[in-house]
């Protein structure tokens, strides 16, 4: 495992569990300084323009301002400051739509931080991307998946798929605004966007059109 250089890189902890914070210092220190910590998004956000860490290890899953959003304002807001996303989940709809904020430079597993967070961190202040090993093939196969929906009459968003699927599921705004790291309000925009561009007007409609486009199967 690879550790962080010389010059200790500084390091803020985003995540709503004092446990998984504590063991997070615990790995990273002594090789990388701990400058800060946080348990929710938007508290994340303003410890990190105070301190200025030179990377925000960020949850996804933070109560009020999810993590994505966070990320997001941390680069308007601190576009130096580098994120490495920390999660459980493993679907490539988190994994790309995290790289899609331009300061995310790694997307790591919580059950492989062990091995791969302080790898991560060399890796992203180095300038390069970083994804744990078990969850980089996800990439590749959703790559190759995009470009067989490349025909399809209508082009969904990763995350407008990710919010369509749960809503044929019958999750609530509240349970995807969660899986997802995102807020309340947030879903409900992307909600109407999709009813907007599918040209639907209900739960059912988005149904139909998941089942007929094979967002969403019958088994």
């Not at 300084?33 to 410890?47: Q, R, W």
């Not at 991560?120 to 991307?129: E, H, L, N, P, Y």
Request: aromatic share 4%; net charge positive; with cysteine.
């Amino acid at each position: 495992m690879s550790g962080c250089r010389s010059e200790r890189i500084r390091v803020l902890i985003a995540d709503d569990h004092k446990l998984v914070r504590h063991l997070l210092r615990l790995a990273l220190e002594p090789q990388c300084e701990v400058v800060a910590e946080a348990d929710e998004g938007s508290k994340a956000v303003e410890t990190a323009v105070k301190t200025q860490p030179d990377i925000v290890v960020m949850d996804l899953g933070m109560p009020g301002v999810g993590g994505l959003d966070a990320v997001r304002l941390l680069a308007r807001r601190a576009p130096r400051v580098k994120v490495i996303v920390l999660s459980q989940y493993d679907d490539e709809e988190y994994v790309l739509e995290s790289f899609g904020a331009a300061n995310v430079g790694g997307y790591v597993l919580k059950s492989d931080a062990a091995e791969d967070l302080l790898s991560a961190i060399s890796a992203v202040q180095s300038g390069k991307r970083f994804i744990s090993p078990s969850i980089a093939p996800i990439v590749l196969r959703r790559l190759n998946a995009q470009a067989k929906r490349s025909s399809d009459p209508v082009q969904l968003t990763a995350r407008e798929r990710a919010v369509l699927k749960f809503v044929c599921e019958g999750a609530s705004a509240k349970e995807i605004a969660s899986r997802l790291g995102i807020s309340p309000k947030t879903v409900q925009i992307h909600r109407a966007n999709l009813m907007a561009k599918l040209n639907v007007r209900s739960t059912a409609g988005l149904v139909r059109w998941a089942i007929k486009h094979k967002i969403i199967r019958l088994d």
